[in-house]
């Protein structure tokens, strides 16, 4: 399953599913892509087909292991990964280089083991107000779950998970 970051960053009042299925589709990829946030309907550690959760690698798009699986994204360690294996936008950037993500923050709203967080996501990814807090993860920290918040006016990376697999 590709992890993959939308082309630009964005605050929190998103429409994020919706972003990553339609820069999936222009990129030319066929798999259905959600948002790698917990949300008022889902939690994050759900959002992938049971079916795929323990034997499918999660991989960047150059097909780089970036976690063995799903599943242990959310083993309460943080989502530990290798800083080295980059991650892709859409459209190909390096998110930990590329200068159009100038904070290498990404937003998640989750706890480590991927339960959302009510009281930190953005009020459901639908507010950018100064006041509201999301949860994200500094990547420097090779976790993507790390648990930090930060005002929903911040501008972050969103990553997309490929949520089921189609061969």
Request: with cysteine.
């Amino acid at each position: 399953l590709h992890l993959v970051a939308l082309n630009f960053p964005l605050s929190g009042d998103m429409r994020a599913d919706f972003q990553c299925f339609r820069q999936a589709q222009l990129a030319g990829l066929t798999s259905t892509y959600r948002a790698f946030l917990s949300s008022h309907l889902q939690d994050l550690a759900t959002v992938v087909r049971k079916t795929d959760r323990h034997h499918l690698p999660i991989v960047n798009l150059q097909g780089e292991t970036l976690f063995n699986n799903w599943e242990s994204i959310f083993d309460g360690n943080g989502g530990q990964f290798n800083i080295h294996v980059p991650i892709y936008s859409f459209d190909g950037r390096n998110v930990m280089t590329d200068s159009s993500w100038p904070q290498k923050i990404i937003w998640h709203g989750s706890t480590a083991n991927g339960i959302r967080l009510v009281s930190n996501y953005c009020e459901a990814w639908h507010t950018a107000d100064m006041g509201a807090m999301g949860q994200a993860s500094p990547l420097n920290t090779g976790k993507v779950l790390d648990q930090k918040v930060y005002s929903c006016n911040n501008l972050f990376i969103v990553l997309c998970i490929e949520n089921s697999f189609v061969s």
